[in-house]
């Protein structure tokens, strides 16, 4: 049993690792605004599907990650994701019984809500200014939602994992 729990452990670190990697793989300005949360797509992926072993402290930690390798304020990313990471265990009951469909509108709403706070945030910490194209990243992780969970199930299932 421990080695099935260890190996679980460490797919859900390594995804949220290659994630993070995602995250802040770079990319020219235009492009940007294009590039899905890939780090909140993981981290709502495994508080649904593990909310035992994932949850706010995993945010908390990889949204510390993200703040050093950003630059960001420290503390910024910490407190967006761990937000995510709560509202995600708030809802997994629920997202659990919806359809694909159905969970991909609940992560829309999920990641906009997180990409508003992300943006109020900025505004306080800096000169930023809000315009709505931040909702796009939030889009774009919707409408990868069916297939991302598809794909992760299919990896958790065939390494046996959790």
């Known amino acids: 049993m421990a080695a099935h729990t260890f ?19 770079p990319l020219p300005d235009a492009w940007l605004v294009w590039r899905p949360d890939w780090l909140g797509l993981i981290l709502v992926y495994w508080c649904v599907v593990a909310p035992q072993r994932a949850g706010v402290f995993y945010g908390f930690v990889l949204g510390l990650l993200l703040d050093l390798i950003e630059g960001s304020p420290l503390g910024q990313n910490a407190l967006v994701f761990s937000l995510l990471a709560y509202l995600a265990l708030l809802l997994y009951q629920r997202m659990r019984a919806y359809a694909l469909v159905q969970q991909a509108v609940m992560v829309f709403i999920l990641l906009g809500i997180v990409q508003l706070v992300e ?44």
């Open 7 to 25: 190996r679980g452990l460490l797919m859900i670190w390594l995804s949220l690792l290659l994630a993070l990697c995602l995250q802040v793989m």
């Open 119 to 162: 943006q109020w945030l900025r505004t306080i910490f800096g000169p930023f200014s809000i315009n709505l194209a931040f909702l796009l990243s939030a889009l774009i992780g919707a409408v990868l939602w069916p297939w991302f969970f598809t794909l992760l199930q299919a990896v958790r299932r065939r390494l046996s994992i959790i």
